[in-house]
Protein backbone atom coordinates (compact mmCIF):
# COMPACT_ATOMS: atom_id res chain seq x y z
CA UNK A 1 0.00 0.00 0.00
CA UNK A 2 1.11 3.56 -0.82
CA UNK A 3 1.23 5.22 2.26
CA UNK A 4 1.48 8.61 0.39
CA UNK A 5 -1.97 8.25 -0.22
CA UNK A 6 -3.38 9.92 3.01
CA UNK A 7 -1.56 13.04 1.73
CA UNK A 8 -3.25 15.77 -0.33
CA UNK A 9 -1.71 16.54 -3.67
CA UNK A 10 -0.64 19.79 -2.67
CA UNK A 11 1.69 18.14 -0.10
CA UNK A 12 3.23 15.68 -2.06
CA UNK A 13 3.86 19.02 -4.68
CA UNK A 14 5.96 20.61 -1.96
CA UNK A 15 7.76 17.61 -1.32
CA UNK A 16 9.20 16.51 -4.38
CA UNK A 17 10.30 19.80 -5.05
CA UNK A 18 11.60 20.27 -1.21
CA UNK A 19 13.62 17.31 -2.02
CA UNK A 20 15.50 18.72 -4.56
CA UNK A 21 17.36 15.97 -5.48
CA UNK A 22 17.36 14.50 -8.66
CA UNK A 23 18.09 10.83 -7.98
CA UNK A 24 15.63 11.00 -4.69
CA UNK A 25 13.09 12.42 -6.22
CA UNK A 26 13.36 9.50 -9.41
CA UNK A 27 12.86 7.23 -6.94
CA UNK A 28 10.01 8.63 -5.04
CA UNK A 29 8.14 9.02 -8.37
CA UNK A 30 8.71 5.48 -9.11
CA UNK A 31 8.16 3.74 -5.80
CA UNK A 32 4.63 5.82 -4.95
CA UNK A 33 1.91 5.43 -7.25
CA UNK A 34 0.42 8.63 -5.67
CA UNK A 35 3.62 10.24 -6.26
CA UNK A 36 4.05 9.65 -10.06
CA UNK A 37 -0.09 10.32 -10.31
CA UNK A 38 0.67 14.23 -9.72
CA UNK A 39 4.24 14.28 -11.02
CA UNK A 40 2.06 13.04 -14.41
CA UNK A 41 -0.32 15.46 -13.65
CA UNK A 42 1.77 18.74 -12.83
CA UNK A 43 5.06 17.37 -15.53
CA UNK A 44 6.35 21.27 -14.83
CA UNK A 45 7.15 20.42 -11.51
CA UNK A 46 10.73 19.38 -12.89
CA UNK A 47 11.41 22.86 -14.17
CA UNK A 48 11.53 23.69 -10.49
CA UNK A 49 13.86 21.09 -9.63
CA UNK A 50 16.28 22.25 -12.59
CA UNK A 51 15.87 25.76 -11.33
CA UNK A 52 16.58 25.14 -7.57
CA UNK A 53 19.30 22.71 -8.22
CA UNK A 54 23.32 24.22 -7.45
CA UNK A 55 24.34 23.22 -10.47
CA UNK A 56 21.72 22.84 -13.34
CA UNK A 57 20.35 26.03 -12.19
CA UNK A 58 23.28 27.61 -13.75
CA UNK A 59 22.59 29.16 -17.83
CA UNK A 60 24.74 26.89 -19.69
CA UNK A 61 24.19 24.00 -17.63
CA UNK A 62 20.04 24.49 -18.31
CA UNK A 63 20.64 25.10 -22.30
CA UNK A 64 22.27 21.80 -21.95
CA UNK A 65 19.71 19.99 -20.05
CA UNK A 66 16.83 21.35 -22.74
CA UNK A 67 18.89 20.51 -25.80
CA UNK A 68 19.35 17.32 -24.86
CA UNK A 69 16.14 16.86 -24.43
CA UNK A 70 15.33 18.13 -27.48
CA UNK A 71 17.74 15.66 -29.01
CA UNK A 72 15.71 12.48 -26.85
CA UNK A 73 12.51 13.90 -28.64
CA UNK A 74 11.12 11.39 -31.00
CA UNK A 75 9.14 14.15 -32.86
CA UNK A 76 11.97 16.49 -33.14
CA UNK A 77 13.53 16.94 -36.65
CA UNK A 78 17.05 18.34 -37.25
CA UNK A 79 18.31 17.68 -41.06
CA UNK A 80 21.66 19.93 -40.23
CA UNK A 81 23.62 21.37 -37.18
CA UNK A 82 22.35 24.65 -38.57
CA UNK A 83 18.72 23.59 -37.95
CA UNK A 84 19.29 21.63 -34.96
CA UNK A 85 20.88 25.22 -33.89
CA UNK A 86 18.03 27.49 -34.58
CA UNK A 87 15.77 24.93 -32.42
CA UNK A 88 17.92 24.25 -29.71
CA UNK A 89 18.74 26.63 -26.77
CA UNK A 90 14.99 27.40 -25.74
CA UNK A 91 12.62 26.18 -22.88
CA UNK A 92 10.67 23.30 -23.62
CA UNK A 93 6.97 23.07 -22.71
CA UNK A 94 6.95 19.67 -20.46
CA UNK A 95 4.66 17.34 -21.35
CA UNK A 96 4.52 14.54 -19.15
CA UNK A 97 6.81 12.21 -21.31
CA UNK A 98 9.54 15.12 -21.59
CA UNK A 99 9.32 15.86 -18.19
CA UNK A 100 9.78 12.10 -16.94
CA UNK A 101 12.64 11.84 -19.31
CA UNK A 102 14.04 15.04 -18.23
CA UNK A 103 13.80 13.65 -14.73
CA UNK A 104 15.69 10.53 -15.69
CA UNK A 105 18.16 11.92 -17.81
CA UNK A 106 19.07 14.82 -14.58
CA UNK A 107 19.08 11.92 -12.23
CA UNK A 108 21.32 9.22 -13.96
CA UNK A 109 24.11 12.17 -14.75
CA UNK A 110 23.68 12.59 -10.46
CA UNK A 111 24.52 9.11 -10.14
CA UNK A 112 27.26 9.22 -12.58
CA UNK A 113 28.46 12.51 -11.29
CA UNK A 114 28.70 10.90 -7.82
CA UNK A 115 30.29 7.59 -8.70
CA UNK A 116 33.04 9.37 -10.93
CA UNK A 117 33.71 11.56 -7.56
CA UNK A 118 33.79 9.15 -5.27
CA UNK A 119 36.34 7.48 -8.09
CA UNK A 120 39.12 10.14 -8.32
CA UNK A 121 38.71 11.02 -4.10
CA UNK A 122 39.25 6.86 -3.55
CA UNK A 123 42.13 7.07 -6.11
CA UNK A 124 43.49 10.03 -4.28
CA UNK A 125 43.43 8.89 -1.08
CA UNK A 126 45.19 5.73 -2.22
CA UNK A 127 48.15 8.25 -3.93
CA UNK A 128 48.79 10.25 -0.57
CA UNK A 129 48.41 7.63 2.02
CA UNK A 130 51.45 6.68 3.43
CA UNK A 131 53.50 9.71 1.81
CA UNK A 132 54.41 12.65 3.49
CA UNK A 133 54.47 16.15 2.33
CA UNK A 134 56.86 18.45 4.59
CA UNK A 135 55.20 18.39 7.66
CA UNK A 136 52.38 16.57 6.67
CA UNK A 137 51.84 13.10 7.29
CA UNK A 138 50.55 10.39 5.12
CA UNK A 139 47.24 10.14 7.60
CA UNK A 140 46.89 13.96 7.56
CA UNK A 141 47.03 13.65 3.77
CA UNK A 142 44.47 11.21 3.82
CA UNK A 143 42.27 12.92 6.26
CA UNK A 144 42.49 16.12 3.28
CA UNK A 145 41.76 14.14 1.19
CA UNK A 146 38.31 13.28 2.90
CA UNK A 147 36.85 15.94 2.62
CA UNK A 148 33.55 16.44 1.04
CA UNK A 149 33.85 18.03 -2.28
CA UNK A 150 33.42 21.79 -2.68
CA UNK A 151 30.81 23.05 -5.14
CA UNK A 152 33.90 24.09 -7.41
CA UNK A 153 34.96 20.71 -7.93
CA UNK A 154 31.03 19.21 -8.37
CA UNK A 155 30.57 21.99 -11.05
CA UNK A 156 33.68 20.79 -13.19
CA UNK A 157 32.51 17.25 -13.40
CA UNK A 158 28.60 17.66 -14.00
CA UNK A 159 29.57 20.58 -16.72
CA UNK A 160 31.71 18.02 -17.82
CA UNK A 161 29.37 14.90 -18.36
CA UNK A 162 26.55 17.36 -19.41
CA UNK A 163 28.77 18.18 -22.22
CA UNK A 164 29.81 14.75 -23.09
CA UNK A 165 26.05 13.65 -22.89
CA UNK A 166 25.09 16.46 -25.49
CA UNK A 167 27.71 15.84 -27.85
CA UNK A 168 27.19 11.92 -27.66
CA UNK A 169 23.43 12.09 -28.23
CA UNK A 170 23.40 14.46 -30.35
CA UNK A 171 25.89 12.64 -32.86
CA UNK A 172 24.16 8.99 -32.26
CA UNK A 173 21.01 11.47 -33.41
CA UNK A 174 22.16 13.05 -36.18
CA UNK A 175 23.66 9.62 -37.47
CA UNK A 176 21.11 6.84 -36.79
CA UNK A 177 17.85 9.60 -36.99
CA UNK A 178 18.65 12.51 -39.08
CA UNK A 179 21.13 11.31 -41.44
CA UNK A 180 23.33 14.52 -41.35
CA UNK A 181 25.46 15.01 -44.80
CA UNK A 182 28.97 14.57 -44.54
CA UNK A 183 29.37 18.63 -43.99
CA UNK A 184 26.68 18.52 -40.61
CA UNK A 185 28.66 15.97 -39.35
CA UNK A 186 32.39 17.54 -40.02
CA UNK A 187 31.10 20.44 -38.30
CA UNK A 188 29.38 18.69 -35.65
CA UNK A 189 33.09 17.19 -34.65
CA UNK A 190 34.05 20.88 -34.24
CA UNK A 191 31.91 20.64 -30.77
CA UNK A 192 34.39 22.86 -28.92
CA UNK A 193 34.23 25.74 -32.10
CA UNK A 194 29.93 26.24 -32.14
CA UNK A 195 29.88 25.78 -28.24
CA UNK A 196 31.98 28.82 -27.76
CA UNK A 197 34.74 26.76 -25.81
CA UNK A 198 37.77 28.61 -26.41
CA UNK A 199 40.48 27.63 -23.51
CA UNK A 200 41.02 24.09 -24.42
CA UNK A 201 41.99 23.05 -20.95
CA UNK A 202 38.07 22.80 -20.54
CA UNK A 203 38.16 19.85 -22.81
CA UNK A 204 40.78 18.21 -20.70
CA UNK A 205 38.17 18.27 -18.28
CA UNK A 206 35.76 16.26 -20.61
CA UNK A 207 38.27 13.72 -21.12
CA UNK A 208 39.24 13.55 -17.61
CA UNK A 209 35.62 12.51 -16.86
CA UNK A 210 35.61 10.44 -20.14
CA UNK A 211 38.76 8.72 -18.72
CA UNK A 212 36.41 8.03 -15.30
CA UNK A 213 33.73 6.81 -16.98
CA UNK A 214 35.43 4.50 -19.08
CA UNK A 215 37.32 2.84 -15.75
CA UNK A 216 33.77 2.41 -14.70
CA UNK A 217 33.01 0.42 -17.59
CA UNK A 218 31.66 2.79 -20.41
CA UNK A 219 33.23 2.69 -24.24
CA UNK A 220 34.37 6.30 -25.05
CA UNK A 221 35.40 6.42 -28.53
CA UNK A 222 37.86 9.79 -29.07
CA UNK A 223 38.43 11.80 -32.19
CA UNK A 224 41.91 12.74 -31.36
CA UNK A 225 43.78 11.35 -34.18
CA UNK A 226 44.39 13.73 -37.21
CA UNK A 227 46.09 15.91 -34.80
CA UNK A 228 48.47 12.93 -32.83
CA UNK A 229 49.99 12.31 -36.50
CA UNK A 230 51.93 15.91 -36.18
CA UNK A 231 55.49 14.58 -35.72
CA UNK A 232 56.83 17.17 -33.46
CA UNK A 233 54.23 16.10 -30.25
CA UNK A 234 55.69 12.92 -28.52
CA UNK A 235 53.12 9.87 -28.54
CA UNK A 236 50.84 8.66 -30.98
CA UNK A 237 48.39 7.15 -29.53
CA UNK A 238 45.87 4.49 -31.45
CA UNK A 239 43.32 6.02 -33.45
CA UNK A 240 39.94 5.77 -31.20
CA UNK A 241 41.72 5.36 -27.85
CA UNK A 242 42.58 7.65 -24.95
CA UNK A 243 45.48 10.33 -25.58
CA UNK A 244 48.45 9.97 -23.21
CA UNK A 245 48.67 13.90 -24.22
CA UNK A 246 46.47 16.45 -22.67
CA UNK A 247 43.73 17.69 -24.52
CA UNK A 248 45.10 21.25 -24.35
CA UNK A 249 47.68 20.22 -27.17
CA UNK A 250 44.78 19.67 -29.59
CA UNK A 251 43.42 21.35 -31.96
CA UNK A 252 40.53 23.31 -31.41
CA UNK A 253 38.45 21.23 -34.19
CA UNK A 254 39.38 17.82 -32.19
CA UNK A 255 35.62 16.09 -30.92
CA UNK A 256 35.12 15.79 -27.20
CA UNK A 257 35.38 11.66 -26.24
CA UNK A 258 31.76 9.74 -27.99
CA UNK A 259 29.95 7.61 -25.67
CA UNK A 260 27.27 5.07 -27.50
CA UNK A 261 25.46 4.14 -23.90
CA UNK A 262 25.78 6.30 -20.34
CA UNK A 263 24.33 3.21 -18.67
CA UNK A 264 26.93 2.02 -16.47
CA UNK A 265 27.21 -1.85 -15.44
CA UNK A 266 25.21 -2.85 -12.66
CA UNK A 267 28.39 -3.35 -10.59
CA UNK A 268 29.01 -0.20 -10.61
CA UNK A 269 26.35 0.75 -8.74
CA UNK A 270 27.39 -1.63 -5.72
CA UNK A 271 29.56 -0.64 -2.98
CA UNK A 272 30.69 -2.29 0.39
CA UNK A 273 28.79 -0.07 2.51
CA UNK A 274 26.52 -1.40 4.62
CA UNK A 275 23.43 -0.77 2.14
CA UNK A 276 24.83 -2.32 -0.79
CA UNK A 277 24.65 0.94 -2.81
CA UNK A 278 26.97 3.72 -3.50
CA UNK A 279 26.38 7.88 -1.76
CA UNK A 280 24.58 9.74 -4.07
CA UNK A 281 24.13 13.07 -2.69
CA UNK A 282 22.83 16.73 -4.08
CA UNK A 283 25.81 19.46 -4.85
CA UNK A 284 26.56 21.92 -2.05
CA UNK A 285 24.85 25.03 -2.71
CA UNK A 286 27.74 27.61 -3.89
CA UNK A 287 29.66 29.36 -1.00
CA UNK A 288 28.93 32.97 -0.97
CA UNK A 289 31.50 35.63 -1.90
CA UNK A 290 33.85 36.47 0.84
CA UNK A 291 37.94 37.06 1.50
CA UNK A 292 38.37 33.16 1.71
CA UNK A 293 36.19 31.87 -1.26
CA UNK A 294 37.70 34.78 -3.69
CA UNK A 295 41.03 34.42 -2.57
CA UNK A 296 40.79 30.51 -3.72
CA UNK A 297 38.52 30.69 -6.60
CA UNK A 298 35.73 28.35 -5.08
CA UNK A 299 32.97 30.62 -5.81
CA UNK A 300 30.57 30.42 -9.46
CA UNK A 301 32.60 33.26 -10.52
CA UNK A 302 35.51 31.05 -10.99
CA UNK A 303 33.49 28.39 -12.85
CA UNK A 304 35.26 29.32 -16.30
CA UNK A 305 38.58 29.23 -14.49
CA UNK A 306 40.81 26.14 -14.04
CA UNK A 307 42.95 25.26 -11.26
CA UNK A 308 46.64 27.13 -10.81
CA UNK A 309 48.13 23.56 -10.58
CA UNK A 310 47.56 22.65 -13.94
CA UNK A 311 50.45 25.52 -14.71
CA UNK A 312 52.66 22.43 -13.81
CA UNK A 313 51.59 19.99 -16.73
CA UNK A 314 50.73 23.27 -18.94
CA UNK A 315 54.59 24.07 -18.92
CA UNK A 316 55.99 20.17 -19.54
CA UNK A 317 53.84 20.30 -22.54
CA UNK A 318 54.48 23.53 -23.92
CA UNK A 319 58.12 22.26 -23.43
CA UNK A 320 57.76 19.77 -25.56
CA UNK A 321 55.64 21.02 -28.35
CA UNK A 322 58.38 23.15 -28.90
CA UNK A 323 61.18 20.72 -28.61
CA UNK A 324 62.62 21.26 -25.51
CA UNK A 325 62.68 18.81 -22.54
CA UNK A 326 60.22 18.97 -20.08
CA UNK A 327 60.68 18.88 -16.21
CA UNK A 328 59.71 15.37 -16.52
CA UNK A 329 58.22 13.20 -19.38
CA UNK A 330 55.90 11.83 -16.68
CA UNK A 331 54.04 15.29 -16.51
CA UNK A 332 53.17 15.05 -20.59
CA UNK A 333 51.52 11.76 -20.11
CA UNK A 334 48.07 12.88 -18.99
CA UNK A 335 46.57 9.69 -18.24
CA UNK A 336 47.90 8.67 -14.88
CA UNK A 337 46.77 12.46 -14.07
CA UNK A 338 43.24 12.41 -14.90
CA UNK A 339 42.31 9.05 -12.76
CA UNK A 340 43.73 11.35 -9.66
CA UNK A 341 41.61 13.81 -11.07
CA UNK A 342 44.16 16.74 -11.08
CA UNK A 343 42.02 19.21 -13.31
CA UNK A 344 39.23 19.27 -11.21
CA UNK A 345 40.50 19.75 -7.63
CA UNK A 346 40.25 23.21 -6.30
CA UNK A 347 43.77 24.89 -4.91
CA UNK A 348 42.33 24.84 -1.82
CA UNK A 349 42.20 21.07 -1.61
CA UNK A 350 45.75 21.19 -3.44
CA UNK A 351 46.93 23.71 -0.66
CA UNK A 352 45.70 21.21 1.98
CA UNK A 353 47.58 18.38 0.68
CA UNK A 354 50.91 19.85 -0.06
CA UNK A 355 51.06 19.93 -3.64
CA UNK A 356 50.18 23.62 -4.11
CA UNK A 357 51.43 27.05 -3.58
CA UNK A 358 49.22 29.87 -4.05
CA UNK A 359 50.67 33.17 -5.39
CA UNK A 360 49.59 36.14 -3.65
CA UNK A 361 51.69 39.27 -2.30
CA UNK A 362 50.06 39.17 1.17
CA UNK A 363 48.28 37.54 3.97
CA UNK A 364 45.20 35.73 2.65
CA UNK A 365 42.30 34.26 4.54
CA UNK A 366 41.49 30.34 4.46
CA UNK A 367 38.16 28.69 3.82
CA UNK A 368 38.90 26.99 7.31
CA UNK A 369 38.73 30.06 9.07
CA UNK A 370 43.02 30.60 9.28
CA UNK A 371 45.38 33.01 7.48
CA UNK A 372 47.95 32.15 5.18
CA UNK A 373 51.13 34.59 6.20
CA UNK A 374 52.43 36.47 3.42
CA UNK A 375 55.22 34.97 1.29
CA UNK A 376 58.85 35.70 0.75
CA UNK A 377 60.11 37.76 -1.87
CA UNK A 378 62.90 38.32 -3.94
CA UNK A 379 64.75 41.59 -5.18
CA UNK A 380 62.32 41.84 -7.90
CA UNK A 381 59.35 41.00 -5.47
CA UNK A 382 58.55 37.49 -6.89
CA UNK A 383 57.59 34.86 -4.51
CA UNK A 384 60.11 32.98 -3.58
CA UNK A 385 59.21 28.95 -2.57
CA UNK A 386 61.76 26.37 -1.34
CA UNK A 387 58.86 23.37 -1.85
CA UNK A 388 60.21 21.15 -5.22
CA UNK A 389 56.29 20.47 -5.83
CA UNK A 390 57.39 18.89 -9.15
CA UNK A 391 58.80 15.35 -6.76
CA UNK A 392 55.75 16.02 -5.00
CA UNK A 393 53.07 15.20 -7.77
CA UNK A 394 55.75 12.94 -9.21
CA UNK A 395 55.47 10.63 -5.79
CA UNK A 396 51.65 10.35 -6.09
CA UNK A 397 52.59 7.89 -9.02
CA UNK A 398 55.56 5.95 -7.27
CA UNK A 399 57.93 8.30 -9.16
Known sequence: ??????????????IIVYIADFSAVESFVSASPQAHAIFQAQPSIVRDLIQSDPITA????????????????????CPSLAHYQQESGRIPDFGY???????????????????????IQNNLISAVCGIP????????????ARDPFSW??????????????????????????????????????????????????????????AALLSDLGLNPTYGHYP??????????????EESSRAAWTFSQTTPPPFFLSFDLPPSQ??????????????????????????????????RSWHPLQVSLFQQASTAVSIGRKPSSHSLVNLKPWRRLGMIIWDEWRM??????????????????????????????GLQISSVDYVSRWLALIGE
Not at 1 to 14: G, H, S
Not at 353 to 369: F, H, I, K, Q, S
Request: glycine share 4%; proline share 9%; aromatic share 10%.
Open 351 to 380: YSLGLYELPRMEAVPTPDGGLLDAPQTNLR
Open 1 to 14: MDPFTRLPPELITQ
Open 58 to 77: LPEIQKLCYNIGLIQNDLAQ
Open 269 to 302: YLSNGNDNRPPFWNPPPPPPKAGATDAWHLTPQY
Open 133 to 144: AGSLSGPDRVRK
Open 97 to 119: TEALCMLQLAARTQRLACICMTL
Open 152 to 209: IEEYRVYCSLWHLQHYSYLRKAATERWCWDEASMRDLDTYNVWNGIVDRREIEKFWTV
Open 227 to 240: FQREKKLLAQDPEG
